[in-house]
């Protein structure tokens, strides 16, 4: 595919036409194994149970045996990295909560104290936390990169929410986590974030992605109150008409979308999701912000999606627009609207109880059970 980032500039975004910073993003995404998909799939129809009968956790496990390669998939090694920034949108009342959160929430993942610390540890899965620029202060941590881009993002409502050298810094940071992932032997990769403002920016960019209007897509985000959502979605409004003329190139629109309207954390993970798609490293999506980064993964690398699995519904409305775009189904419907990676780490275990059954489950012939007549 023809792809040329930052073709025909805005000004703000001063880059040549052919942007080598960018040029890793042309790779396409590696084609599943379909071999392994096969033999998962007659294995599944050999196993004692009614074909079909365990629904979606036979689908799971045939679709993590595409993904890894192997007949008899398993999940042992779950990596989460969990993405923070802070936006400068935030400055203009469109969070439930103040920025310095963002901050604070970093320290308290490290400390283990957050919900993705307690859902980590119960799923065994190492995680990594990647500072990539908050108004306050962040403590040294051993877990904590400090990867900083700057304090925030521009406002978005007002200018680009970055330039092409921060974007191409933060996607190369997510690309950067997928390989220390993999290095740690990852079978599984969760991308979490934290980003007090972040759905500002991530319905934002979906709206700009999707052509939607700001008000079939805005919603509270961490609870914000009527008041508090009809300001977002002037804002966001203001935003797509501020940026409109910038996105008009459809080759260019999802990166050019990152760069006026996302955030470090956002370009973050969808630069990590097109390096799983390019590396054969399944992952599973997060939320509402995860998402958006997801679908934008997606337009820059056509076949991502097919590395992708969903963890759950968001309770952002939203979300439904997304995940309808992206072309999945969420595993789980818990009416959960943390982030951070939490709804993926939930699903974790059904994963595994996928490949479990997939993998000890006897066969007809092992059981001497009378397989279906014809
Ligand atoms: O992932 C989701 O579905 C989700 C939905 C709503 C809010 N969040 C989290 O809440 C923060 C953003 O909310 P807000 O209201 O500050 O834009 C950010 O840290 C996200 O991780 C996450
Ligand atoms: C406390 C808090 C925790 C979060 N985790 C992800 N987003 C968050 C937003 C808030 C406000």
Not at 41 to 47: D, K, V, W
Request: charge should be negative; glycine fraction near 10%.
């Amino acid at each position: 595919m023809c792809w040329r980032p930052f073709r025909e500039l805005s000004t703000t975004l001063e880059e040549s036409p052919l942007d080598p910073r960018f040029d890793w993003l042309h790779a396409s995404a590696a084609a599943v194994d379909l071999e392994a998909r096969e033999a998962a799939i007659s294995r599944q129809g050999e196993l004692t149970k009614p074909p079909g009968s365990l629904g979606r956790l036979e689908d799971i496990a045939i679709q993590l045996a595409a993904l890894q390669g192997r007949a008899q998939p398993a999940l042992e090694q779950v990596r989460i990295v969990i993405f923070a920034a802070d936006h400068g949108i935030a400055s203009a009342g469109v969070s439930a909560f103040p920025q310095a959160v963002t901050a604070q929430m970093i320290a308290n993942m490290a400390a283990g104290g957050a919900a993705i610390s307690v859902l980590a540890r119960q799923i065994g899965a190492s995680i990594e936390l990647i500072d990539l620029g908050t108004v306050a202060p962040v403590p040294a941590h051993p877990l904590i990169r400090q990867a900083v881009i700057a304090a925030s993002t521009a406002n978005l409502a007002e200018a680009p929410a970055m330039s092409a050298e921060q974007l191409a810094q933060a996607l190369a940071e997510g690309a950067a986590a997928l390989e220390r992932a993999r290095a740690a032997g990852a079978e599984l990769f969760i991308a979490g974030e934290m980003g007090i403002g972040n759905t500002t920016a991530a319905t934002a960019l979906t709206c700009a992605l999707l052509g939607l209007p700001a008000s079939s897509l805005v919603g509270p985000g961490t609870g914000l109150d009527r008041g508090g959502l009809a300001r977002k979605q002037a804002l966001i409004e203001q935003a797509l008409a501020l940026h409109r003329d910038s996105l008009a190139d459809p080759t260019e629109a999802p990166i050019q979308a990152l760069a006026h309207l996302g955030g470090f954390e956002i370009a973050a993970m969808a630069g990590a999701y097109v390096a799983c798609a390019q590396q054969r490293v399944p992952m599973l999506i997060d939320g509402f912000i995860s998402s958006a980064a997801a679908l934008v993964a997606s337009r820059i690398c056509p076949g991502a999606a097919d590395w992708m699995l969903l963890a759950h519904a968001s309770a952002e409305p939203g979300h439904q627009a997304m995940v309808q775009a992206l072309g999945l189904r969420p595993l789980l419907d818990l009416g959960m609207r943390l982030g951070e990676g939490s709804g993926a780490a939930a699903a974790v275990p059904l994963l595994r109880l996928a490949c479990d059954l997939h993998a000890q489950m006897a066969t007809f012939a092992e059981a001497g059970v009378a397989p279906k007549g014809d």
